[in-house]
């Protein structure tokens, strides 16, 4: 007899006391069939909670006999529960539990296969049926033989009970009279894993678009051998997701060519809703055959007329063959460790790496809730529950594009549609796609459209209340938590620009990593030129640093363009870091009806085919909003610091010729006046009366969109000519000096232009990498480091700051908060405008500015 043991699951041992069951199962230990960890025996877990195996009542008066008795079944009550919290341990954790027990009553076994079932295990029985006399003789000779009266009454139960055991629900029984008979063998390997060391493309629902599947293999390097095959020369393997068949124009051929590549071991395909309904139809059972399937009957009773009855039915086996085992899941390993899951519609994390039916109808069809009018399934968000750090690739719901959402993506971009159909190679995690030839499926309700018409429908906040996780391109998962997530939604709800025009917000700055070594500064250019020659980056960028008000620009090719983009008619807005309109209503239309005569006039929409520009600047003057600041804060401190030490200063004057020991004191009150002149000087640099908008100023150092692409792949001094160039169209946008970092003389000339200009009131630089995103070791580096002046940070620090104990206090501020904090919101400013082009919905992007805004909620040194 030959047994095989499952990977993970459950396995009953079954029979009298003495039929051998914990001999064979040390046996197959000490050949490594098992292992010692394996094996749960009641005896053991007697020893653990009672220190004892067995208690022998027999020949004790009836008194002490019963008590003995009692004790025993005590003992054996809490033995049987601790084991079942170690075999449910290990059936949730996928291993593999052998059950060493007599198990002799159905009540014993129920609570196993209950237990198997609820954690999609599969359940095994062993059934050791050996003769009554060998049992005795075998009692006989134990240590603590159990005796003779009660071994029999045993075998009466097992003789009675195993003719039930076969309708109790086991997935597979075995009965063994002799095991030096029985060749057990066990599965070592998960058969659901698949090794990625030599690459997997994973490709999206084909639905019968065999030539798109074609050309997409091309383009992944596949090419056909002699033997008819599409091998790669690099090793790799392709895995589909399911539903190759149906509502496409050629399903039986791509059916026959994934049962070559299937048999042939150089592909892979995952069980599907189509998949399964055309091999019950197959069957012969009782399907209706719509939503598509009925193309795969005519493209069948098509075969039948050409090829024949008989080629037919070897057809159709070949073709059952390859949709029963097609698996629910494939998890994906590295090194065999897993690390990515394949599945069709979906799957929760408690069922990867495992198999029962509920788990393939879940991964067939995904999280659903009935029924609409129309007969389709209500799907439910699964990915909402995902909480493994295991990568989930699926398809089965179509989306315009790639949808990376909470650690999973969904690569089905409805090829069947008229999208695309795409391929996610792992472990690069790149897409590849072709566009689809044509609309095939030709139906009302095609979902990409109707994803295009519901683009802009309110966002479910109820899954953003309770913080939550975005998965973003630059810096992988950024979580948020609730007591950030409710205050910023808040904040979008009442006080900001309409969530469909809130499609940015940009990042805070993170100051230089380390304070100046320079005995007079806090912050200085050559901490910010190290930290980038630290990651091996030798090409920089210095900007001059206005000091303005961050505002966002989206100005739009004409109303039809932005109707199309956020829902309105409009010919532009702006709007601040925090959300809010930057202008009030007549102001902001003066200056966009303005700023766009200028961009239509100079051609930029038509020369850059696009029907908008985003843009990040800094509008000047600083009070235009900052006034309130500046007034109640700023200005009140000049002046009573100014009074308070003139005071001072007039009469210590008057004394110090003639009292000793004041001339210190009056020296320090005339450098304590200078440094409040400073701040009040400092401050009202950047302060100017707006009586006309030609007072404005607007200095954009970022071209961050148009409407068919971003701009994250090009270089600042890309940025910077971008900047030239608007200046030059309009009077209002201002052009940013800049200098190159290359070398020890260029570094050495942009200090000496940031001591100058600082020195003249000027905030300061910001020093960036050459690239607008930057990773090293697969890691993303600080996108930008501001390096203020001194005589700014005497109103950021106060207008001492710079006495020594002061500064000395500041130079161990800690800015890795900050630092962290700075590169999270440069990945969801860049997630959020990348999604707002590829026009996913409104609330796909406004997670992403949602949570910028709920970083900024996170508590932070302000003056940093």
């Not at 029979?15 to 051998?20: A, D, F, K, L, M």
């Not at 900007?543 to 932005?562: P, Q, T, V």
């Not at 050459?770 to 600080?782: A, S, Y």
Request: net charge negative.
């Amino acid at each position: 007899m030959h047994i095989q043991l499952p990977y993970a699951g459950i396995v009953l041992l079954i029979g009298p006391s003495n039929s051998g069951k914990s001999t064979w199962l040390n046996q197959l230990i000490e050949i490594e069939i098992i292992r010692p960890s394996e094996v749960v025996s009641s005896d053991d877990y007697r020893k653990l909670v009672g220190d004892v195996e067995h208690i022998d009542w027999k020949g004790h008066p009836p008194d002490e006999a019963d008590s003995l008795f009692e004790t025993y079944q005590d003992i054996s009550t809490e033995a049987f529960a601790l084991m079942t919290l170690l075999i449910e341990a290990r059936a949730r954790l996928n291993k593999l539990t052998i059950i060493d027990a007599t198990h002799l009553y159905a009540s014993d076994r129920k609570k196993y296969i209950e237990l198997a079932h609820r954690l999609h295990q599969p359940i095994y029985a062993l059934v050791l049926d050996i003769a009554q006399p060998i049992l005795l003789e075998r009692d006989r000779l134990r240590d603590f033989p159990r005796g003779g009266r009660r071994v029999k009454q045993q075998v009466q139960v097992f003789n009675r009970e195993k003719r039930t055991i076969k309708r109790e629900g086991f997935n597979q029984i075995h009965v063994i009279s002799d095991v030096s008979q029985v060749n057990v063998e066990r599965e070592n390997m998960n058969p659901l894993h698949l090794s990625s060391e030599r690459g997997i493309d994973v490709i999206g629902d084909i639905h019968g678009c065999f030539d798109e599947f074609l050309e997409l293999l091309e383009r992944l390097g596949y090419r056909l051998n002699d033997e008819g095959l599409y091998v790669h020369p690099e090793g790799r393997v392709f895995l589909s997701l399911g539903d190759i068949m149906s509502r496409g124009p050629k399903s039986l051929e791509t059916i026959e060519f994934f049962i070559r590549h299937v048999e042939a071991g150089i592909a892979h395909m995952i069980d599907s809703n189509h998949g399964w309904k055309v091999f019950r139809w197959l069957e012969g059972r009782n399907v209706t055959m719509k939503h598509g399937d009925e193309l795969f009957v005519e493209e069948l009773q098509m075969y039948e007329k050409q090829k024949g009855s008989d080629a037919t039915e070897t057809l159709k086996s070949s073709m059952k063959r390859l949709l029963k085992h097609a698996p629910s899941h494939y998890v994906l390993t590295k090194q065999d460790i897993p690390t990515a899951v394949c599945v069709h519609a979906g799957i929760r994390d408690e069922f990867i790496g495992k198999t029962s039916r509920d788990i393939s109808d879940f991964c067939r069809y995904g999280d659903n809730e009935g029924f609409d009018e129309a007969g389709k399934p209500i799907r439910k968000d699964w990915t909402v529950q995902h909480k493994s750090k295991m990568l989930i690739i699926w398809g089965h719901d179509p989306r315009p594009r790639p949808l990376r959402l909470n650690h999973t993506i969904n690569i089905d971009q409805g090829v069947v549609f008229g999208g695309r159909l795409t391929a996610f190679r792992y472990p690069e995690q790149t897409i590849v796609q072709v566009e689809a030839k044509q609309d095939y499926a030709q139906v009302d309700d095609n979902p990409l459209v109707t994803l295009e018409a519901k683009r802009l429908d309110p966002p479910n906040i109820g899954k953003l209340m309770n913080g939550y996780t975005v998965d973003t391109e630059a810096f992988g998962e950024i979580r948020v938590s609730k007591e950030t997530a409710l205050p910023s939604i808040d904040l979008v709800s009442h006080h900001t620009v309409p969530l469909e025009e809130l499609v940015y917000i940009p990042p805070t700055m993170s100051p230089t990593p380390k304070p100046s070594e320079e005995e007079d500064y806090l912050e200085h250019p050559n901490e910010a030129i190290a930290y980038y020659r630290e990651h091996g980056i030798t090409r920089l960028i210095a900007e001059k640093k206005h000091m303005g008000s961050r505002a966002i620009l989206l100005l739009f090719k004409n109303e039809d363009a932005a109707e199309k983009a956020i829902g309105r008619r409009t010919k532009g807005i702006i709007y601040t870091r925090s959300g809010r309109k930057f202008f009030e209503r007549e102001q902001e239309h003066e200056i966009v009806s303005r700023l766009h005569q200028s961009l239509t006039t100079h051609d930029y929409f038509t020369t850059y085919q696009t029907d908008f520009v985003l843009l990040d600047a800094e509008i000047l003057p600083w009070n235009l909003k900052a006034r309130e600041l500046i007034r109640n804060q700023y200005a009140h401190v000049a002046e009573q610091a100014l009074l308070d030490r003139k005071q001072l200063q007039q009469t210590l004057e008057s004394a110090v010729d003639h009292v000793e020991g004041i001339q210190d004191w009056f020296t320090e009150v005339n450098q304590k006046l200078e440094q409040a002149e400073t701040f009040k000087q400092a401050f009202q640099t950047y302060c100017w009366d707006v009586k006309e908008i030609d007072s404005i100023q607007i200095a954009p150092f970022h071209v961050l969109a148009h409407s068919e692409e971003t701009f994250f792949n090009q270089s600042h001094e890309w940025h910077m000519s971008m900047n030239q160039k608007l200046a030059e169209m309009d009077d209002l946008f201002l052009a940013t000096d800049y200098k190159i970092i290359e070398d020890t003389d260029s570094a050495n000339d942009v200090i000496e232009w940031w001591k100058t200009m600082t020195e003249d009131g000027h905030e300061g630089i910001v020093i960036k990498p050459e690239r607008f995103m930057t990773k090293v070791d697969g890691k993303l580096i600080q996108p930008a480091i501001k390096v203020r002046g001194r005589k700014y940070l005497s109103i950021i620090y106060g207008m001492d700051y710079l006495e020594p104990d002061n500064l000395k206090r500041l130079k161990k501020r800690n800015v890795s908060k900050k630092q962290k904090l700075a590169l999270r919101e440069f990945a969801l400013g860049m997630e959020s405008i990348k999604r707002f082009v590829h026009r996913e919905s409104l609330e796909r992007y406004h997670e992403c500015v949602l949570a910028t805004l709920a970083m900024e909620a996170e508590p932070v040194d302000p003056r940093l």
